[in-house]
T-cell receptor, first 114, second 114 residues
């Protein structure tokens, strides 16, 4: 079945530097790729998403790139700040009957060092 | 943005009791709600998909008689953990969506069974 791999599992960067988290997916039919940020004790919060007809999307310090051929997509955070510290999850959608489920990556714990 | 409210945020109860968790979409009508379970330091595990007015579709290995889901309106879904036991202790999270739109998550319910 569909599988999403996410790397690295932990990422520690100096405040102000950039952070990159990478995911690969297996189902070529997937056409929607969201990224979520989860803070301790809270639910995931959508931070950016991309659909398969677009190669790149940017929202201030956050960007996502998608390579459909290679089935790769990545999250880029520039000028990292302490409040960026959290667990980040990538996901890929798949259609099951009339619903669109998300297949989740394992998560990346991002630590921003002051 | 889309707001999903989940209640209660934390519940502690004795083994053998049933616990009901509510998930409400506050500012949109959700045709589909998802229920997830999350263990510490792990990704989200889909338990079931719930469409308004229909029976929920459970993932393999999830007992439908144990985890009762009701989705009676476009803004409310409930998950009832029946005859809860310590192994049911976990973080339960719901999300709500419309068709192929992004899933928006509640802040989760931490369930502790003594």
């Amino acid at each position: 079945g569909e599988n999403v791999e996410q790397h690295p599992s932990t990422l520690s960067v100096q405040e102000g530097d950039s952070a990159v988290i990478k995911c690969t997916y297996s189902d070529s039919a997937s056409n929607y790729f969201p990224w979520y940020k989860q803070e301790l004790g809270k639910g995931p919060q959508l931070i950016i998403d991309i659909r398969s007809n677009v190669g790149e999307k940017k929202d201030q310090r956050i960007a996502v790139t998608l390579n459909k051929t290679a089935k790769h997509f990545s999250l880029h955070i520039t000028e990292t700040q302490p409040e960026d510290s959290a667990v980040y999850f990538c996901a890929a959608s798949r259609r099951v009957d009339s619903n669109y489920q998300l297949i989740w990556g394992a998560g990346t714990k991002l630590i921003i060092k002051p | 943005g889309a707001v999903v409210s989940q209640h209660p945020s934390w519940v502690i109860c004795k083994s053998g009791t049933s616990v009901k968790i509510e998930c409400r979409s506050l500012d949109f009508q959700a045709t589909t709600m998802f229920w997830y379970r999350q263990f510490p330091k792990q990704s989200l595990m889909l338990m079931a998909t719930s469409n308004e007015g229909s029976k929920a579709t459970y993932e393999q290995g999830v007992e439908k008689d144990k985890f009762l889901i009701n989705h009676a309106s476009l803004t409310l879904s409930t998950l009832t953990v029946t005859s809860a036991h310590p192994e049911d202790s976990s973080f339960y999270i719901c999300s709500a969506t419309i068709s192929n739109q992004p899933q928006h998550f509640g802040d989760g319910t931490r369930l502790s069974i003594l």
